[in-house]
């Protein structure tokens, strides 16, 4: 078993930056992919950010090239370091990692995001 906590959420005005880590509870095995989601009231939760085993990643339409997603193996910790906000950014971001056989699943409990004036 994994848990994963998120943290570094908060508001912050349009254009701001923030930075979201989630820390491991212990050391996730190579082979998992990290993710990103988020979820805005009244819409569904929504894929923002992978990073996969190999070190490749991929990022919604929607914040490419304002989103940064990477991974210190060290600290057992992913980060989304978020900039140019929009209002449209406002959700609770969830971490979450998945094995490659996809048996195995985690998720954090979340960190509001608020972007706003």
């Known amino acids: 078993q994994v848990q994963l906590v998120e943290s570094g959420g908060g508001l912050v005005q349009p254009g701001g930056s923030l930075k979201l880590s989630c820390a491991a509870s212990?050391?996730?095995?190579?082979?998992?992919?990290m993710a990103w989601y988020r979820q805005a009231p009244g819409k569904q939760r929504e894929l923002v950010a992978t990073?996969?085993?190999?070190?490749?990643?991929n990022y919604a339409d929607s914040v490419k090239g304002r989103f940064t997603v990477s991974k210190d193996n060290a600290k057992n910790t992913v980060y989304l370091q978020m900039s140019s906000l929009k209002p449209e950014d406002t959700a609770v971001y969830y971490c979450?990692?998945?094995?490659?056989?996809?048996?195995?699943?985690?998720w954090g409990q979340g960190t509001q995001v608020t972007v706003s004036s």
């Open positions: 990073k996969t085993n190999g070190g490749s990643t």
């Open positions: 979450n990692a998945v094995s490659a056989s996809r048996a195995y699943q985690y």
């Open positions: 212990r050391s996730i095995d190579s082979t998992y992919t």
